[in-house]
């Protein structure tokens, strides 16, 4: 049968995204000859994909093996615990340290391969995570990095270097060349701690006033990712807005900026610059990037100006625009990064879906208190779905829906408001993400009005529960010097189901079964309660294969995604969510592709609402079934 286009780049796409893939799954060790010249052996390995390059037998304790491990450092989906593992055994073969296995992997990155942005990311934050004398005794090899030719690595040497406290040697790169003060300003973006971009402040404010047009977009860029000063640099880019060559950068300058630092006098004068902007443009050149950015900074900016003005403007606006909702994707969260927003009764307008995680997602926009029927109506619908549209059922309480979107994709999806104030739901319903990834739609009357009082969403799933913050393992330090004495088990396993852990794992026989069994998790992990945590705050650093997530395209173009139950000579067996009534079935002789996923199907942040308090109550509870 053949593959239509859109469903095999889609497919493609996704298996790209999360690894290189196979035709067939070989679970033989592939033969390595490990005593060839180093080009020989990096061309045995880089022909195996990702699982079969784990297949190789290695070990720290012979040089021979290094090529192995560079080689598994050097994958771009391949999960955080293994790359360390491979990046300590670097370490210990070549007698050297973690930074120095680090900078060298960044370096050997070949940066026009696909992923090999995220890569340099990835190898990079890690990089930077490390402390600050770590990172001064590799001065000179930064001072290296940081003068690349490709602006992603020079932004990380540029980083590092800040990090170490060498601020001096950045100045004089800066002093010697152009590329060096681009790099340094989009290294803001990249530093790990407040007080290292504060320190950045006055460099990226002398760039914006008296520096190239490339250094004044990239200050832009850095002064709009500073945690400080707000209202000065709003100040600063509105007014810039009016300048033809930096109005898209300004533009998506404001758009960063927090809703509080949006000043009604600025803000009139450039939303008037922008209507003007939107009216002296030709209607061909309306669809592209900019354009929608500088028309979603225009809306922003209404919303600070008194109704009377922005009213005129904004019917204005919608002689020549049409408006544009952008909503990204959170890396490894599973949650969309636009919570709620407001649009007029009876309006036309678009949502601009930008997919920047590693799975593929939708958006369903649903009627009031519809989300959870219309994702498991949508689990039913499965890969075919309604109207080519993937994990979509055909339904009135479904408003409108994207097409399933690859990973570092976007749609569009064009709709009219309905014509009845409410809150609307809006949920990706690829399998068991609904219960995480969702927002809503607010129908109003009067947009304007709405923005001088806006009103927060009731939570459409009943949760009445507020983000706490980013848990690390760092936030937990001397947290189990007394163990957990004087918690509760009860407790811990009340937080246990409300944040649907029960849904996927099983303590004493009791839940689901998409994840590990988490009954002996302290036995095995030897009562260590900082491993435990690690589990839970990191869910990809390591995966267990047994619940590692598959993503599969048939050779009649469907996707299905979820966790092996058997993987039979004639078929194998999937199970995509604990709400799913049966197992998805599929012949092998109908597999085209398969590839397991280098991201837990379990979201990162997902105790992010949750005290750390409770977080321990939990850890009480998973201590406590070891025990019976």
């Given at each position: 049968?053949?593959?239509?286009s859109?469903?095999?780049?889609?497919?493609?796409a996704?298996?790209?995204s999360?690894?290189?893939?196979?035709?067939?799954?070989d679970?033989?060790?592939?033969?390595?000859?490990?005593?060839?010249?180093?080009?020989?052996?990096a061309?045995?390995?880089?022909?195996?994909?990702?699982?079969?390059l784990?297949?190789?037998?290695?070990?720290?304790?012979?040089?021979?093996?290094?090529?192995?491990?560079?080689?598994i450092v050097l994958?771009p989906a391949?999960a955080?615990g293994?790359r360390?593992?491979?990046?300590?055994?670097?370490?210990?073969?070549r007698?050297?340290?973690?930074?120095?296995e680090l900078?060298t992997?960044?370096?050997?990155v070949?940066?026009?391969?696909?992923?090999?942005?995220?890569?340099?990311?990835?190898?990079?934050?890690?990089l930077?995570?490390?402390?600050t004398?770590?990172l001064?005794?590799?001065?000179?090899r930064?001072?290296?990095?940081?003068s690349?030719t490709?602006?992603?690595k020079?932004?990380?040497?540029?980083?590092?270097?800040l990090?170490?406290?060498k601020?001096?040697?950045?100045?004089?790169?800066c002093?010697?060349?152009q590329?060096?003060?681009i790099?340094?300003?989009t290294?803001?973006a990249?530093?790990p701690?407040?007080?290292l971009?504060?320190?950045?402040?006055?460099?990226?404010?002398?760039?914006?006033?008296?520096?190239?047009?490339?250094a004044?977009?990239a200050?832009?860029s850095?002064l709009?990712?500073?945690?400080?000063?707000?209202?000065?640099?709003?100040?600063?880019?509105?007014?810039?807005?009016?300048?033809?060559?930096l109005?898209?950068a300004?533009?998506?300058?404001?758009?960063?900026?927090p809703?509080?630092?949006?000043?009604?006098?600025?803000?009139?004068?450039?939303?008037?610059t922008?209507?003007?902007?939107?009216?002296?443009?030709?209607?061909?050149?309306r669809?592209?990037?900019?354009?929608?950015?500088?028309?979603?900074?225009?809306?922003?900016?209404?919303?600070?100006?008194?109704?009377?003005?922005?009213?005129?403007?904004?019917e204005?606006?919608?002689?020549?625009?049409v408006?544009v909702?952008?909503?990204?994707t959170?890396?490894?969260?599973?949650?969309?990064?636009?919570?709620y927003?407001?649009?007029e009764?009876g309006?036309?307008?678009q949502?601009?879906?930008e997919?920047h995680?590693?799975?593929?997602?939708n958006?369903?926009?649903?009627?009031?208190?519809?989300?959870?029927s219309?994702?498991?109506?949508?689990?039913?619908?499965?890969?075919?779905?309604?109207?080519?549209?993937?994990?979509?059922t055909?339904?009135?309480?479904?408003i409108a829906?994207?097409?399933?979107v690859?990973p570092?994709?976007?749609?569009?999806?064009t709709?009219?408001a309905?014509?009845?104030p409410?809150?609307?739901?809006?949920v990706c319903?690829?399998?068991?993400?609904w219960?995480?990834m969702?927002?809503v739609m607010i129908?109003?009357?009067?947009?304007?009005?709405?923005?001088?009082?806006?009103?927060?969403?009731?939570?459409p799933?009943?949760s009445?529960?507020?983000?706490?913050?980013?848990?690390t393992?760092?936030?937990?330090s001397?947290?189990?010097?007394?163990?957990l004495q004087?918690?509760?088990?009860?407790?811990g396993?009340?937080?246990f189901?409300?944040?649907?852990?029960?849904?996927?794992h099983?303590?004493?026989?009791s839940?689901?079964?998409?994840?590990?069994?988490l009954?002996?998790?302290?036995?095995?992990?030897?009562?260590?309660?900082?491993?435990?945590?690690?589990?839970?705050?990191?869910?990809?650093?390591?995966i267990?294969s047994?619940?590692?997530?598959?993503?599969?395209?048939?050779?009649?173009?469907?996707?299905?995604?979820?966790?092996?139950?058997?993987?039979?000579?004639?078929?194998l067996?999937?199970?995509?969510?604990?709400?799913?009534?049966?197992p998805?079935?599929?012949?092998q002789?109908?597999?085209e592709l398969?590839?397991?996923?280098a991201t837990?199907?379990?979201?990162?942040?997902l105790?992010?609402?949750?005290?750390?308090?409770?977080?321990?109550?939990?850890?009480t509870?998973?201590?406590?079934?070891?025990?019976?």
């Amino acid at each position: 049968m053949r593959i239509s286009s859109k469903r095999f780049a889609l497919a493609c796409a996704i298996l790209s995204s999360i690894g290189s893939y196979s035709m067939a799954a070989d679970k033989t060790p592939p033969k390595i000859y490990l005593d060839k010249s180093p080009r020989i052996v990096a061309y045995q390995l880089g022909r195996l994909d990702d699982d079969r390059l784990l297949m190789v037998p290695r070990s720290d304790d012979d040089p021979k093996y290094a090529p192995v491990y560079e080689a598994i450092v050097l994958r771009p989906a391949m999960a955080g615990g293994i790359r360390d593992e491979a990046l300590h055994a670097l370490a210990k073969i070549r007698d050297t340290s973690i930074t120095t296995e680090l900078i060298t992997a960044i370096e050997a990155v070949k940066v026009n391969e696909a992923d090999s942005l995220r890569l340099i990311g990835v190898l990079g934050k890690q990089l930077l995570q490390h402390g600050t004398d770590e990172l001064a005794g590799q001065t000179k090899r930064l001072t290296e990095l940081a003068s690349a030719t490709e602006l992603s690595k020079a932004s990380v040497g540029m980083a590092a270097l800040l990090c170490a406290d060498k601020t001096e040697i950045a100045d004089e790169l800066c002093a010697a060349n152009q590329s060096s003060i681009i790099a340094r300003l989009t290294s803001v973006a990249i530093l790990p701690r407040d007080e290292l971009k504060l320190a950045e402040r006055e460099f990226a404010e002398a760039k914006l006033q008296d520096g190239s047009l490339e250094a004044q977009t990239a200050a832009i860029s850095a002064l709009s990712q500073i945690p400080t000063e707000h209202d000065a640099t709003f100040r600063n880019l509105a007014s810039l807005v009016a300048n033809e060559d930096l109005r898209t950068a300004a533009c998506r300058g404001l758009l960063r900026l927090p809703s509080q630092a949006y000043q009604s006098a600025p803000a009139k004068g450039a939303a008037e610059t922008l209507v003007r902007f939107a009216e002296s443009t030709k209607p061909d050149q309306r669809t592209s990037d900019a354009f929608i950015d500088s028309m979603r900074a225009a809306e922003q900016l209404l919303t600070a100006i008194p109704a009377e003005i922005a009213k005129p403007l904004r019917e204005r606006l919608r002689e020549v625009a049409v408006r544009v909702v952008r909503i990204g994707t959170v890396e490894e969260e599973m949650r969309y990064d636009v919570p709620y927003f407001a649009v007029e009764a009876g309006r036309p307008f678009q949502i601009l879906l930008e997919n920047h995680d590693l799975m593929p997602h939708n958006l369903v926009v649903t009627q009031p208190g519809a989300l959870k029927s219309v994702a498991m109506a949508g689990l039913t619908a499965g890969p075919s779905g309604a109207n080519g549209l993937p994990y979509v059922t055909d339904s009135p309480n479904v408003i409108a829906a994207s097409s399933l979107v690859a990973p570092d994709a976007s749609t569009r999806l064009t709709l009219t408001a309905p014509s009845e104030p409410g809150e609307y739901p809006y949920v990706c319903t690829f399998p068991q993400h609904w219960y995480r990834m969702y927002g809503v739609m607010i129908v109003v009357n009067d947009l304007d009005a709405w923005n001088r009082n806006p009103t927060k969403p009731a939570n459409p799933l009943g949760s009445n529960r507020t983000f706490v913050n980013s848990w690390t393992l760092d936030d937990f330090s001397g947290a189990f010097e007394n163990g957990l004495q004087g918690r509760s088990p009860a407790i811990g396993e009340k937080i246990f189901n409300e944040a649907s852990c029960v849904g996927c794992h099983k303590v004493n026989e009791s839940g689901g079964a998409v994840g590990p069994d988490l009954t002996d998790v302290y036995t095995r992990w030897k009562s260590d309660h900082q491993s435990v945590l690690r589990e839970i705050l990191e869910p990809s650093h390591k995966i267990d294969s047994k619940y590692a997530t598959q993503t599969v395209l048939t050779t009649d173009g469907k996707t299905y995604s979820g966790i092996v139950l058997d993987d039979g000579d004639e078929i194998l067996t999937l199970i995509n969510s604990p709400d799913a009534k049966e197992p998805i079935v599929i012949r092998q002789e109908d597999i085209e592709l398969i590839k397991r996923s280098a991201t837990s199907m379990m979201p990162k942040a997902l105790l992010d609402q949750y005290t750390k308090d409770e977080i321990l109550e939990l850890l009480t509870y998973l201590e406590s079934a070891a025990k019976k």
